[in-house]
């Protein structure tokens, strides 16, 4: 392969200019040394679409950056944990449906006395684990966030089975629970269940 005498030229030159550390920008067909702009600290090099400036905006542009970031959808925020928290029931892991409760927690279930505090909750989820499996299909029908505080409604069919397999229970009924906000994080604050006749 033959090399014209300009096209070694210009890449020798090339070569030079990448070598002596050299930085060029083209802005409207004309270059730029870039090397050759030296901004204070603070200060932002900024392109106008015809020159290389040092500017001050840093702090417009933080600001315009922080605009433009996506923010976090409450609603959604909120249904992922919702959601997460079903998983965790139909999990039959205890520890992980507790992480899910508040340490003041009060729940409502029918037929029964209300159950208060976390460590009460637990122990109801234990004995509920270790007697029956479950099967659970459930529908998420209402959710509202407002600040630091929500509440879900929930429908559900739950399927549950003796560990020894001799009673079968099926149940359908619906909950409420309220959310709030505890060290940044969604936690079940109360708890009230209905099951349909």
């Not at 200019?17 to 870039?34: C, H, M, R, S, Y």
Request: proline share 3%; net charge negative; with cysteine.
């Amino acid at each position: 392969m033959k090399i014209s005498p300009k096209l070694l030229t210009v890449m020798i030159g090339l070569g030079v200019l990448l070598l002596a550390g050299t930085t060029w920008a083209v802005a409207q067909d004309n270059p730029i040394a870039l090397n050759d702009l030296t901004c204070a600290a603070g200060q932002i090099a900024k392109f106008d679409g015809k020159i290389w400036s040092c500017s001050d905006d840093l702090t417009i542009l933080q600001a315009q950056l922080e605009a433009v970031q996506l923010k976090v959808d409450p609603v959604a925020e909120f249904k992922n944990v919702v959601f997460a928290a079903d998983e965790a029931i139909k999990s039959g892991d205890v520890d992980r449906i507790m992480q899910f409760y508040a340490d003041d927690v009060v729940t409502m279930l029918p037929g029964r006395s209300p159950l208060k505090g976390k460590e009460a909750v637990r122990a109801d989820w234990e004995e509920f684990f270790n007697a029956f499996t479950l099967k659970r299909d459930a529908e998420l029908v209402y959710v509202d966030v407002s600040g630091d505080s929500a509440v879900r409604r929930m429908e559900w069919t739950n399927t549950m089975t003796s560990k020894d397999g001799s009673e079968q229970i099926v149940e359908t009924g619906t909950c409420v629970l309220g959310f709030k906000k505890v060290g940044g994080e969604w936690k079940i604050a109360w708890e009230i269940a209905t099951v349909f006749e």
